[in-house]
């Protein structure tokens, strides 16, 4: 329970980050342009997005995209449960099979002719990280043809796993002390997931995250004006730009999130706890640690 809240909360800040804008970025960390070229030779892909060294993302020249993720663990015990995890996900879409060279283990597949959304993919195991690599073609099978090319891009990129952003044990923008009355300290890891993110999280799977991304003034103001399931509250003493959010009716209602903003960067200071909590969609609480993660922008 506690990695698959992990990983939904790894996604919940990829979502976030991948839906501004992304500027041309030159290479991704874990293949280059070469080692892509030869091992599908038949596409031309063009890195659209390096995702802050935790992953990256292409765009095919008939409008199909790539995308490339690396997820750390703590341990190889971890790992391996995430691991599971994702193969389970992976063969509820398609039928799967074993991949060999490609790290400790990896499985592969690819959607079924009639299926909505065509995919190809690959899930592999190396030690504490697990990369997967997916293709979602447009107006084509995904087909062997497909997945063939795909593996080899697994095998390239499975090497280079160690150069992803994410670090445990230490963060720029969250420590232990931000956790004191959200978090069981005794059980606290804290990993820094990308040059703009951190996230803590306990035994039980209550979580904070902090996530910084490059927005415009004007793109906040419409934020805070949008219509959502939750209920929002400004926050002056952050500046005009902050405001809260909390008892959402949809999502997770104990969770409680912050938005501040200066010079360029909005930074999400989020609490989400798996249960109710004696913090649960508490605004004011959560504000010191807004206060910490503003003074730091």
């Not at 997967?132 to 090319?149: E, K, M, N, T």
């Amino acid at each position: 329970m506690r990695m698959i809240h992990r990983l939904f909360s790894c996604l919940v800040l990829f979502l976030a980050i991948a839906a501004v804008p992304a500027r041309a970025a030159e290479t991704c960390p874990f293949i280059s342009a070469k080692e892509l070229a030869g091992a599908m030779p038949a596409l031309k892909w063009s890195l659209i997005s390096n995702q802050d060294g935790r992953g990256c993302i292409y765009q095919g020249g008939r409008g199909d995209t790539m995308m490339l993720t690396v997820f750390r663990n703590p341990d190889k015990d971890r790992a391996k449960e995430l691991y599971a995890t994702f193969v389970k996900t992976l063969g509820e879409r398609m039928p799967l099979s074993a991949v060999s060279g490609i790290g400790d283990e990896g499985q592969g597949g690819t959607s079924a002719a009639g299926a909505q959304r065509q995919e190809a993919s690959v899930v592999a195991l190396s030690g504490d990280y697990i990369l997967q690599i997916s293709v979602y073609p447009i107006g084509r099978r995904a087909d062997d043809a497909l997945l063939g090319p795909l593996t080899d891009v697994a095998r390239a990129a499975i090497g280079n796993v160690t150069k992803t952003s994410e670090r445990f044990g230490s963060c720029e923008r969250l420590t232990p002390a931000d956790a004191d009355g959200f978090l069981d300290k005794s059980t606290l890891t804290v990993e820094r997931t990308g040059a703009g993110s951190c996230m803590m999280f306990d035994g039980e799977a209550n979580t904070m995250v902090v996530a910084v991304i490059a927005i415009s003034r004007d793109t906040v103001v419409n934020m805070m004006k949008r219509a959502g399931p939750c209920q929002h509250v400004a926050i002056p003493e952050f500046g005009g730009e902050a405001f809260g959010e909390h008892s959402c009716t949809k999502g997770n209602g104990n969770a409680v999130n912050i938005y501040v903003w200066k010079k360029g960067r909005q930074a999400s200071i989020l609490f989400a706890p798996v249960k109710p909590h004696p913090e649960s969609g508490s605004v004011e609480r959560l504000k010191a640690v807004a206060g910490r993660v503003y003074g730091k922008l």
